[in-house]
Nanobody, 128 residues
Framework: QVHVAESGGELVQTGDSLRLTCAAS????????MAWFRQVPGGKREFVAA????????YYADSIRGRFTIFRTFSENTVYLQMNTLEPEDTAIYYC?????????????????????WGQGTQVTVSS
């Protein structure tokens, strides 16, 4: 059973940087797409970034491309989201998600319904 747990969210100022951590366990499938989503109260769960666990390829939402970086470490079974130049519009609950795959064909799902495993979320608040 895959388990993911986020941490690192906090209150920061506009322009600050923050790194979110997603600790994963039970990664016994052939490969995974690991992703970060975010959601504001009353809003839809929005795709932020994804990474192919085995190959390390990445994909980003247009809204954060160039400011956020997703990366992972095998030895620690951890996925990170490095967020730079934060804006108040980045305020949301950030979720880590895992999509087990048998073979990576180059596709990074951006719909939250494609992901089977989710963490509890971590709150990021950016004040102006």
């Amino acid at each position: 059973q895959v388990h993911v747990a986020e941490s690192g969210g906090e209150l920061v100022q506009t322009g600050d940087s923050l790194r979110l951590t997603c600790a994963a366990s039970g990664l016994t499938f052939s490969d995974y797409i690991m992703a970060w989503f975010r959601q504001v109260p009353g809003g839809k769960r929005e795709f932020v970034a994804a990474i192919n666990w085995q190959g390390g390829g990445t994909y980003y939402a247009d809204s954060i491309r160039g400011r956020f970086t997703i990366f992972r470490t095998f030895s620690e079974n951890t996925v990170y989201l490095q967020m730079n130049t934060l804006e108040p519009e980045d305020t949301a609950i950030y979720y880590c998600a895992a999509d087990p795959i048998e073979f990576f064909g180059g596709n990074y799902p951006v719909q939250w319904t494609k992901y089977d495993y989710w963490g509890q979320g971590t709150q990021v608040t950016v004040s102006s």
